[in-house]
Protein backbone atom coordinates (compact mmCIF):
# COMPACT_ATOMS: atom_id res chain seq x y z
CA UNK A 1 0.00 0.00 0.00
CA UNK A 2 1.49 3.59 -1.11
CA UNK A 3 2.31 5.96 1.63
CA UNK A 4 3.37 9.32 1.55
CA UNK A 5 4.65 11.67 4.04
CA UNK A 6 5.95 15.04 3.78
CA UNK A 7 9.13 16.59 5.75
CA UNK A 8 10.49 20.13 5.81
CA UNK A 9 10.49 23.27 8.24
CA UNK A 10 7.14 24.22 9.85
CA UNK A 11 8.37 28.01 10.08
CA UNK A 12 9.61 30.02 7.00
CA UNK A 13 10.69 33.90 7.14
CA UNK A 14 8.96 36.19 4.73
CA UNK A 15 10.59 36.94 1.69
CA UNK A 16 12.74 33.25 2.06
CA UNK A 17 12.32 29.78 0.24
CA UNK A 18 10.15 27.58 1.44
CA UNK A 19 11.24 23.95 1.00
CA UNK A 20 9.52 20.14 1.55
CA UNK A 21 9.95 16.56 0.45
CA UNK A 22 7.57 13.90 0.04
CA UNK A 23 8.85 10.69 0.79
CA UNK A 24 7.12 7.91 -1.34
CA UNK A 25 6.79 4.06 0.77
CA UNK A 26 5.36 1.15 -0.63
CA UNK A 27 4.91 1.57 -5.14
CA UNK A 28 6.55 2.39 -7.53
CA UNK A 29 7.10 6.16 -8.78
CA UNK A 30 6.51 4.93 -12.37
CA UNK A 31 3.47 5.92 -14.65
CA UNK A 32 1.89 8.04 -11.96
CA UNK A 33 2.30 11.96 -11.55
CA UNK A 34 3.28 13.09 -7.93
CA UNK A 35 1.52 16.50 -6.42
CA UNK A 36 1.37 19.55 -4.46
CA UNK A 37 -1.80 21.08 -2.83
CA UNK A 38 -2.16 23.44 0.18
CA UNK A 39 -4.98 24.15 2.20
CA UNK A 40 -4.69 28.12 4.06
CA UNK A 41 -5.90 28.08 7.58
CA UNK A 42 -9.84 27.58 7.35
CA UNK A 43 -9.81 27.56 4.08
CA UNK A 44 -10.19 25.53 0.96
CA UNK A 45 -7.98 23.32 -1.12
CA UNK A 46 -5.80 25.05 -3.87
CA UNK A 47 -3.62 23.32 -6.38
CA UNK A 48 0.13 23.94 -6.69
CA UNK A 49 1.46 21.58 -9.62
CA UNK A 50 2.29 18.24 -10.25
CA UNK A 51 5.47 16.73 -11.77
CA UNK A 52 5.96 13.31 -13.89
CA UNK A 53 8.41 10.51 -13.54
CA UNK A 54 9.37 11.67 -16.91
CA UNK A 55 9.98 15.31 -14.86
CA UNK A 56 7.69 17.11 -16.79
CA UNK A 57 6.05 19.93 -14.36
CA UNK A 58 2.49 21.34 -14.78
CA UNK A 59 2.13 24.35 -12.01
CA UNK A 60 -0.61 26.63 -11.27
CA UNK A 61 -0.46 30.18 -13.23
CA UNK A 62 -0.93 32.00 -9.94
CA UNK A 63 2.23 30.49 -8.51
CA UNK A 64 4.13 29.61 -10.97
CA UNK A 65 6.51 31.64 -11.53
CA UNK A 66 7.82 31.06 -7.46
CA UNK A 67 7.81 26.88 -7.58
CA UNK A 68 9.74 24.59 -8.30
CA UNK A 69 9.64 20.68 -8.01
CA UNK A 70 11.74 17.79 -8.92
CA UNK A 71 11.51 13.90 -8.18
CA UNK A 72 14.41 11.88 -6.69
CA UNK A 73 13.21 8.08 -7.69
CA UNK A 74 16.45 6.93 -6.25
CA UNK A 75 15.38 8.21 -3.49
CA UNK A 76 11.38 7.71 -4.22
CA UNK A 77 11.36 11.11 -3.02
CA UNK A 78 9.60 13.99 -4.74
CA UNK A 79 10.40 18.02 -3.65
CA UNK A 80 8.73 21.38 -3.72
CA UNK A 81 10.45 24.94 -3.62
CA UNK A 82 8.07 27.84 -2.66
CA UNK A 83 10.01 31.47 -3.15
CA UNK A 84 9.36 34.77 -1.83
CA UNK A 85 7.29 33.21 0.76
CA UNK A 86 4.90 35.59 2.21
CA UNK A 87 2.28 35.29 5.24
CA UNK A 88 -0.32 34.09 2.31
CA UNK A 89 1.69 31.36 1.90
CA UNK A 90 0.99 30.28 5.33
CA UNK A 91 -0.94 26.98 4.52
CA UNK A 92 -1.39 23.19 5.53
CA UNK A 93 1.03 21.44 2.38
CA UNK A 94 -0.34 18.19 1.12
CA UNK A 95 1.21 15.77 -1.30
CA UNK A 96 -0.42 13.44 -2.97
CA UNK A 97 -0.08 10.98 -5.84
CA UNK A 98 -2.09 11.96 -9.07
CA UNK A 99 -3.05 9.41 -11.63
CA UNK A 100 -4.89 10.49 -14.99
CA UNK A 101 -7.00 8.43 -17.51
CA UNK A 102 -8.16 9.10 -20.62
CA UNK A 103 -12.27 9.20 -21.60
CA UNK A 104 -12.65 7.78 -24.77
CA UNK A 105 -16.09 9.36 -25.23
CA UNK A 106 -14.74 12.99 -24.01
CA UNK A 107 -11.90 12.25 -25.67
CA UNK A 108 -9.87 14.37 -23.11
CA UNK A 109 -7.50 13.06 -20.26
CA UNK A 110 -8.29 13.76 -16.72
CA UNK A 111 -6.46 13.76 -13.52
CA UNK A 112 -7.21 12.44 -9.11
CA UNK A 113 -5.66 12.27 -6.70
CA UNK A 114 -5.80 8.71 -4.89
CA UNK A 115 -3.14 8.73 -2.15
CA UNK A 116 -2.29 11.34 0.03
CA UNK A 117 0.26 12.01 2.97
CA UNK A 118 -1.07 14.05 6.01
CA UNK A 119 0.13 17.08 5.82
CA UNK A 120 3.04 19.60 7.35
CA UNK A 121 1.78 22.70 8.43
CA UNK A 122 3.85 25.71 7.22
CA UNK A 123 3.72 28.72 8.97
CA UNK A 124 5.00 32.16 7.42
CA UNK A 125 6.37 34.84 10.11
CA UNK A 126 9.81 36.36 11.33
CA UNK B 1 -11.48 32.54 -6.92
CA UNK B 2 -12.40 28.65 -8.21
CA UNK B 3 -13.21 27.49 -11.41
CA UNK B 4 -15.26 25.30 -9.65
CA UNK B 5 -18.53 26.43 -7.90
CA UNK B 6 -19.86 24.46 -4.64
CA UNK B 7 -22.46 25.20 -2.15
CA UNK B 8 -20.72 26.32 1.08
CA UNK B 9 -23.10 23.83 3.61
CA UNK B 10 -25.14 21.08 3.18
CA UNK B 11 -27.49 19.17 5.82
CA UNK B 12 -29.35 16.25 5.69
CA UNK B 13 -31.20 13.92 7.96
CA UNK B 14 -29.80 10.55 9.39
CA UNK B 15 -30.38 8.08 6.57
CA UNK B 16 -31.43 9.98 4.39
CA UNK B 17 -30.17 11.23 0.41
CA UNK B 18 -28.34 14.27 -0.27
CA UNK B 19 -26.65 15.41 -3.42
CA UNK B 20 -23.88 17.68 -3.71
CA UNK B 21 -22.44 19.79 -6.66
CA UNK B 22 -19.55 20.94 -8.49
CA UNK B 23 -20.57 23.62 -11.45
CA UNK B 24 -18.05 24.73 -13.72
CA UNK B 25 -17.28 25.22 -17.99
CA UNK B 26 -14.55 22.29 -17.09
CA UNK B 27 -16.86 19.62 -15.87
CA UNK B 28 -18.51 19.19 -18.94
CA UNK B 29 -15.31 17.84 -20.55
CA UNK B 30 -13.20 16.51 -18.33
CA UNK B 31 -14.04 13.97 -15.44
CA UNK B 32 -14.69 15.21 -12.17
CA UNK B 33 -13.61 13.77 -8.82
CA UNK B 34 -14.75 14.04 -5.26
CA UNK B 35 -13.28 13.95 -1.69
CA UNK B 36 -13.79 13.69 1.99
CA UNK B 37 -11.77 15.90 4.26
CA UNK B 38 -12.69 15.74 8.15
CA UNK B 39 -11.28 18.14 10.66
CA UNK B 40 -7.24 17.38 10.94
CA UNK B 41 -7.34 14.76 8.59
CA UNK B 42 -5.97 14.99 4.70
CA UNK B 43 -8.63 14.61 1.78
CA UNK B 44 -9.71 11.32 0.87
CA UNK B 45 -10.45 10.20 -2.31
CA UNK B 46 -14.39 8.96 -2.73
CA UNK B 47 -15.35 9.16 -6.05
CA UNK B 48 -13.45 8.96 -9.40
CA UNK B 49 -13.79 9.65 -13.33
CA UNK B 50 -17.80 10.33 -13.12
CA UNK B 51 -18.82 7.59 -10.70
CA UNK B 52 -15.95 5.26 -9.59
CA UNK B 53 -15.07 4.15 -6.06
CA UNK B 54 -11.68 3.45 -5.04
CA UNK B 55 -11.43 0.14 -2.65
CA UNK B 56 -13.03 0.87 0.89
CA UNK B 57 -15.36 3.60 0.16
CA UNK B 58 -18.86 2.40 0.63
CA UNK B 59 -21.29 2.20 -2.09
CA UNK B 60 -23.75 4.88 -0.68
CA UNK B 61 -21.16 7.08 -1.93
CA UNK B 62 -21.87 7.73 -5.58
CA UNK B 63 -21.12 10.49 -8.69
CA UNK B 64 -22.91 11.62 -11.28
CA UNK B 65 -22.71 14.11 -14.25
CA UNK B 66 -24.86 16.75 -16.22
CA UNK B 67 -24.06 19.25 -18.49
CA UNK B 68 -21.65 21.45 -16.91
CA UNK B 69 -22.64 19.72 -13.14
CA UNK B 70 -21.11 17.07 -11.50
CA UNK B 71 -22.66 15.75 -8.47
CA UNK B 72 -21.75 13.59 -5.38
CA UNK B 73 -24.91 11.41 -4.31
CA UNK B 74 -24.81 9.79 -0.32
CA UNK B 75 -28.05 7.64 -0.29
CA UNK B 76 -28.36 6.60 3.43
CA UNK B 77 -25.96 9.52 4.99
CA UNK B 78 -24.24 8.39 8.74
CA UNK B 79 -23.24 10.39 11.12
CA UNK B 80 -19.53 9.78 9.92
CA UNK B 81 -20.21 11.10 6.80
CA UNK B 82 -19.97 14.47 8.54
CA UNK B 83 -17.11 16.26 6.63
CA UNK B 84 -16.00 18.80 3.64
CA UNK B 85 -16.22 17.38 0.55
CA UNK B 86 -13.84 18.94 -2.36
CA UNK B 87 -14.58 18.73 -6.00
CA UNK B 88 -11.86 18.63 -8.60
CA UNK B 89 -11.54 18.47 -12.30
CA UNK B 90 -8.82 19.88 -15.25
CA UNK B 91 -9.60 24.16 -15.79
CA UNK B 92 -11.37 24.59 -18.91
CA UNK B 93 -8.77 26.73 -21.01
CA UNK B 94 -7.45 23.34 -21.86
CA UNK B 95 -4.28 23.23 -20.47
CA UNK B 96 -3.59 20.30 -17.57
CA UNK B 97 -3.93 22.49 -15.29
CA UNK B 98 -6.24 21.37 -11.85
CA UNK B 99 -8.63 23.12 -10.11
CA UNK B 100 -10.71 22.34 -6.68
CA UNK B 101 -14.16 23.69 -6.33
CA UNK B 102 -14.41 25.87 -2.46
CA UNK B 103 -15.42 22.74 -0.38
CA UNK B 104 -19.29 22.28 0.65
CA UNK B 105 -19.33 21.75 4.68
CA UNK B 106 -21.66 18.36 5.21
CA UNK B 107 -24.06 18.51 8.18
CA UNK B 108 -25.29 15.12 9.28
CA UNK B 109 -28.72 15.66 11.36
Known amino acids: QVQLQESGPGLVRPSETLSLDCTVS????????WGWIRQPPGKGLEWIGY???????IKNPSLKSRVTMSLDTAKTQFSLKLTSVTAADTAVYFC????????????????????WGKGTTVIVSS | SSELTQEPAVSVALGQTVKITCQGD??????AAWYQQKPGQAPMLVVY???NRPSGIPDRFSGSTSGNTASLTITGAQAEDEADYYC????????????FGGGTKLTVL
Open chain 1, 51 to 57: ISHSRTT
Open chain 2, 49 to 51: AKN
Open chain 1, 96 to 115: ARVASGYDTELTNYYYYMDV
Open chain 1, 26 to 33: GGSMRTYY
Open chain 2, 88 to 99: NSRDSSGNHYVV
Open chain 2, 26 to 31: SVGNYH
